[in-house]
């Protein structure tokens, strides 16, 4: 049996002999990959309940899960020894719903910190091949634009709008988003809702293993319900010159416009 012995970050290249396994603990996702003598095999369980489990990853002989929720199989006619583990931001935009909605006055605004589930990209050999995303928790759908018709599919993250920074409460499978919110017209600035452009966001390493994305600021200074987005270039402040994890899944401008805030609460 081969000693099992925690990494100093999940994130990475590992080297598994075969018949060894990888587990990886990260909050409620706990995803196992084995490398055998023809085929690599991957399985994943999930259990909300355990969302505040620290990050944690061993290297030994366990077996696959039982009954897993996901099973890939990926035969090789010599499988590589190499298996890269890489965050990355969600595959679609994400609403943050705040536990109460904020007003911002004209002229004002508010920094804060947004947080949202990691997924994690698995790839196999030197240069990493892909084999399969997976979510850390996948969260529900919900719909946002004005209507039916006229909206975008996306994600409704469980979080809130936190207007302080505490690093030791940072749950270890959520990536954080520093966010400046600017109420720039002659109205209040209501936010019952806003969305986060994941796909044009990059992750940062950041202090402790923390994952960080550049900062957002969002200009609410039209009545047609667009916003302003400027993107930060590089990590932020929060990460201390964060590395660069993961880059952005679609190629983006730094400013661009979007209906990105909504002040009517919604139930989806």
């Given amino acids: 049996m ?38 690599w095999a991957l399985t994943a369980v999930s259990d909300r309940a355990l969302s505040e489990r620290p990050a944690d990853l061993t290297v030994d002989d366990a077996p696959l899960h039982a009954d897993p929720e996901i099973v890939h199989r990926f035969a090789f006619t010599d499988p590589p020894a190499a298996l890269t583990l890489t965050p990355l931001l969600a595959d679609r935009p994400v609403i943050i719903r705040p536990e109460r909605p904020l007003t911002l006055l004209p002229g004002e605004q508010a920094r804060g910190y947004l947080s949202t589930p990691t997924w994690i990209r698995v ?13 850390s928790l996948r ?23 936190r207007l302080d920074l505490n690093l030791a409460a940072i749950p270890a499978h959520r990536v954080m988003t520093p966010i400046v919110l600017v109420s720039g017209g002659d109205h209040p600035t209501t936010v019952a809702r806003l969305r986060l452009p994941t796909r044009q966001l990059s992750i940062f390493q950041g202090p402790g293993h923390t994952l960080w994305t550049e900062r957002v600021t969002l200009l609410d200074e039209t009545t047609d319900g667009t916003s302003q987005v400027t993107l930060d270039k590089g990590p932020p402040l929060e990460s201390e010159g964060g590395r660069l994890l993961s880059g952005p899944r679609d190629i983006r401008t730094t400013t661009f416009s979007l209906r990105a805030i909504e002040s009517v609460l919604k139930l989806t």
Avoid: I, K, Q
């Fill in 139 to 161: 969260p529900s759908d919900t719909w946002f634009g004005p209507s039916m018709r006229e909206g975008v599919l996306c994600y409704a993250a469980s979080t809130r709008l």
């Fill in 2 to 39: 081969t000693e099992s012995s925690p990494a100093p970050s999940w994130f990475g290249v590992h080297t598994l002999e075969p018949g060894t396994t990888l587990t990886l603990t990260l909050g409620p996702l706990e995803l196992r990959a084995r490398r055998e003598a023809r085929e």
């Fill in 123 to 135: 790839s196999v050999g030197n240069p990493p091949r892909p084999l399969t995303e997976l979510p």
